[in-house]
Nanobody, 126 residues
Framework: VQLQASGGGVVQAGGSLRLSCVVS????????MGWFRQAPGKDRDFVAA????????AYSDSVKGRFAISRDNAKNTVNLQMISLKPEDTAVYYC????????????????????WGQGTEVTVSS
């Protein structure tokens, strides 16, 4: 499975960005999709996940209400719409594919996912 993330960039605090991830190589709708992020010098943290059909989502507390994950199974794409961005959102964002959906954000770790994209960098300036 190959995951190609895009959409990162530099934005001012309060701004918006939309990340996309295109998946190829396997049946996209067989996988739970998620976004993680890693800030400089920190661990990779869970951001959001969406179930196979796009009917359920999970978010970390730090992004809940500001970020929205969605998927288009016809286009093999998962998106992360980010609004009201803060400097602390600055990180490399990774899309990932896994097998299990958890409704609780604390259940997601890097080991929850099987395949990873290369990351796209988001910088939020104050």
């Amino acid at each position: 499975v190959q995951l190609q993330a895009s959409g990162g960039g530099v934005v001012q605090a309060g701004g918006s960005l939309r990340l996309s991830c295109v998946v190829s190589g396997r049946t996209f709708s067989d996988y739970v999709m998620g976004w993680f992020r890693q800030a400089p010098g920190k661990d990779r943290d869970f951001v959001a996940a969406i179930n196979l059909r796009g009917t359920a989502t999970a978010y970390s507390d730090s992004v809940k209400g500001r970020f929205a994950i969605s998927r288009d199974n016809a286009k093999n794409t998962v998106n992360l719409q980010m609004i009201s961005l803060k400097p602390e959102d600055t990180a490399v964002y990774y899309c990932a594919a896994g097998r299990l959906f958890y409704s609780g954000s604390s259940d997601y770790t890097s080991n929850s996912m099987i395949y990873w994209g290369q990351g796209t960098e988001v910088t939020v300036s104050s």
